[in-house]
């Protein structure tokens, strides 16, 4: 299984890396070069670790725009992650993430209003709900494949949207749930800078425990899922198993997300929830290459940062772009998304540099 | 049910078909699945409206005018997914067709702000059976209709068409007998973009040219699929069903849930019989 | 690749850094945060709404400002999202604004209203949908509107229907699948059941639908004999040729919330055979008589605008309401201080609405008059019936 592990987990590329096809009597060389891409690769683990954490100290300086940023990011983040082990560990084309996160809220926005759940219980049952909605999905869609999985999960997002809508309209009169206040273990999250910490400290939670489990058993199963379900199977994985697995870990994230969101924007409405959402996490997904964690975590703040960025930079050049920005955001978008999935920064970079491999 | 809701119906789907049999063409040839068609459909209505209403071109000028630029836009689909995009696969290939979607529609926002704009291709009213029917209802069934039947002909009867269907089957077996596979491509993609148009024009005449007119791709995949999705005659039928089931609904049941038919349909499809009406089994794994 | 990812990560940010870098804070004028859906489907009537408090602010800064200080408006495009809504309005506060005005659609409110709690920051909200939490006896702390709760807009429905058709014996509503739209309806059909209508039935269609053949079969069968439509833009233009077309030759009632006379008149001639009038809180094409409609339609003429539309008398009377509570406002005028100001405010529609806009610390919107109009068909224009109907802002 280790050649399975050391592949790219990205959607393309059946190369194997340059280090496999070494001749074999280059040992002693290949380990010395071997042994300093280690530590060169620790070194550069340790570099982002700590830009990370001066990021997380230094962000709440800034004020309060770049805080609301901020945050907006890291709830992005997550449910990216979890998106993104679905897609691109699993293979499992998804476009309904948004359903999930809606099933999650409205959940928590139900049990805190009518039972009083606080707000961790109402995250962990947010999760639940939305996780087994999740495998259920993923039981219903088991004899499909692919391009069917994802129009399925389409449908999922417009159903939700429509019940949902009707639950709105008949608990709340069309304003919403209004969320009380986050209580974490006694501190109330108030201000934008709570959020901050609390919202960091959660992605990081969400990004350990997820790399650990694509790295274990688990990850591996996908993996193979992924590359070709029919030999999977013969080999002996349970893969009607792990499909739902990989769906009720994505949908559970998803709904937690759900939840923190609704407490965050302190509304839970369906319209927070739409189908433009779910493309925008699949867009960071694909950004961040799909399959890695940590790669969501920096394109969830680019796209989430990237409206307010067109805008300044039109603004700096002397433009309005104010009748503008909704078109022009959706082609931005759009461009990022084709161009990411055609590899267009990496061909790029190769013309400049010949001599480096594509 | 009277003639007018009948016709109405049939307007409805031979608009869907026309989508439809766009989907299962290029389906068909690639494997992609195309999220992409109703929103360049809407683009060639607007470009339409703004021609023939504010420029005063002729409607058949204003109408050749916005195929022209949608085949345009289909060319470079094509570029997009079958030369840049093949190493990728038919999946990337999808969402790619959802990234033109969403550009197109951001394009289309940008120019257009979102207005809604009547276009009517013909005046007047004309006896049915008895009923006086809006004659331009009738046109854009006639347009749809003939535009489909021009594309099942071309693919059933023509040496284009069996070179088409031998792509569908096998692109390197084509290629070994000598056949184009590229510009077999190319010509299924114009045909779908041909198609997208005549369906989005259609469309935006019975009601409005509007951005919500996109949302008329996600049925015509949801048509497509019931019909088996390699099935042209199985696309044709589907947007039959699907049109009746949606229509019957808002008027006999209730209008909110119209937009939950080709939901309630594309899921039982997908539990049931994946392969759809035709019977035709696609590569479904059973795990 | 991954370093030009890098890169351009770097500059997305970097981006994003200037408008936090070039808005610095300035002493001098009176900042208002604006929050509009400028590039959206619904920018015709949101954006309008800020042609008119523009028009009023360009006024009152040519007359020498507010205490010698003049009044800037930061605009920001939130489109409907709620979330670039609540962001939008934290940028602007943090950049000096003392007061947050405009907003779109509904669904946008709540989480501006919620973010600006937080920071003590009034938001008042403008034409034409505003929600219920405003109206007494408790509203929400620091919010304002000036536009047409739906609750209200829906019961004054059932009456003016009755004007608009004394014999009439079934009534429908028909909207959108929004839960304002929801709620306005079930108040318009409550109220024309009360006003004596045997039959009084809603009609709700998806959000998305612009294909109108169907619904308007169906609604033509059954033969109200008043519709209620609380359309939009877009819609009132799309239904009204397709009911007609089915068959429909009873009266229409357009609810004023986000339709324009303009749309109005174009659709009422695509529908010909149909009686349709509409109700509205605000004026439009200068009608009325009036200080502030005289001011407004000549502020408007100088600015190039064609037709005065209701929005754009919304948007200046919202401009009316904030500049007197800046002038009442104790100095140095803070948000706080702005908000207790606003908590005390009553201005004259001067012809642009009957009724003065009152607030008060237990009722954030006040009572509110409504004006039936008629689509002339002779003259291609819609008159007012005189009839006007005035709703306090007590629920029943």
Known sequence: MRTVLSRPLSTAGPHPPAGEARPPSRGAAQGDRA??????????RLAIGLAAIAAVG??????????????????????????????????LLSLGQAAFLAIGGFTAALLVIHM??????????????????GALVAAATARTVGIYLAVGTLALQYVVEIVLSDVEVQLTSGMGFQMPVAQVLGVELTSEEDWWYFLCLMTFLVWFVLRAIVRGQPGRTWVCMKENATVAGSLGIPVRRARMAAFALSSLVAGAVGVVHGFYMGTVQITNYS???SIVYLTIAVLGRLGSIGGAIWAAAVITVLPQALNGFMRALGFDLIAFGAGLEDVVLGLILAMILLEAPRRLWARIRPGRPA | MNVSLLVSILASASVYAALATAVVLVYRANRVLVF??????????????????????????SFLAALAVALAVSVLVHVLVDHWGRPFGHFVGTVLTIAVGGILMGLIGMIWSGRTVRMILAEGRTDVFGEPISTNTLVVMGLCCLATVAVHLVVNRSRLGISMRAVANSASLARHRGIQVSRVLLVVWLLSGALGTIA????????????????????????????????????????????????????????????????????TILVIRPSGLSGRTESVVRV | M???????????????????????????????????????????????????????????????????????????????????????AQELASNGAIAIAGLSLSSTHMPVYNAMARLKVPVITGFPVNLSVILPPKPKAGVYGVGAVVEILGSVAGKMARQTSPEGKRFACTVFESPGGIIACDH??????AAGFSSAEKILFPVTQRDFRPIAEKIAQSNPDVLLTIFGRGRTLTFFPAIAEAGYRGKILSAETGTGDDELREAAKAAPGIDIYSYSRYVSGGQGEGPQVEALEKAAHQAGIPEVLAFHSGGWIMGAVIADALTRCEQPCDPVRLDAALANTRIDGGGLTREPIVFTPTDHFGPSSYELYHYDRARDQVVSTGHVEKASSQLQ
């Open chain 1, 58 to 91: 230094l962000l709440p300086t800034q004020g309060l725009y770049w805080l609301a940023l901020g945050n907006q990011s890291a709830i992005a983040a997550i449910s990216a992650m979890g998106l993104t082990v679905l897609v691109g560990t699993a293979g």
């Open chain 1, 275 to 277: 189908l433009h959402l």
């Open chain 3, 188 to 193: 318009a059909v409550a109220a024309a059941k």
């Open chain 2, 36 to 61: 992409h068609l109703a929103e360049l459909g809407v683009l060639a209505s607007y470009l339409m409206v703004t021609l023939s209403g504010e420029a005063g071109w002729s409607l058949p000028a």
């Open chain 1, 116 to 133: 009083g759940f606080g707000f961790l219980g109402a995250m962990a049952a947010g999760g639940v709900v939305a996780g087994l909605a």
């Open chain 2, 200 to 267: 989005g024009i259609g469309m935006a005449s019975l009601s409005a040219v509007a951005m919500e007119g996109a949302v008329i791709g996600v049925s015509a995949i949801v048509a497509a699929i019931l019909g088996g999705l390699t099935s042209l005659g199985g696309a044709i039928i589907g947007s039959i069903l699907l049109a009746f089931g949606e229509q019957m609904v808002i008027v006999y049941v209730d209008p909110r849930y119209s937009q939950v038919v080709p939901i309630l349909v594309l899921f």
């Open chain 3, 2 to 88: 991954i370093s030009t990812r890098r890169f351009a990560a770097a500059a997305v940010l970097i981006g994003a850094a200037i408008p936090a870098m070039t808005c610095a804070r300035a002493a001098e004028p009176y900042r208002i945060g604006y929050l509009v859906d400028a590039s959206g489907p619904m920018q015709g009537i949101f954006k309008t709404g800020l042609d008119g408090f523009k028009l009023y602010m360009d006024q009152v800064n040519a007359a020498g400002g507010i205490h010698g200080r003049p009044v800037a408006i930061d605009v920001r495009d939130v489109q409907i999202d709620p979330g670039k809504s609540a962001s939008s």
């Open chain 1, 35 to 44: 042994g300093r891409r280690e530590t060169g690769a620790l070194a550069r």
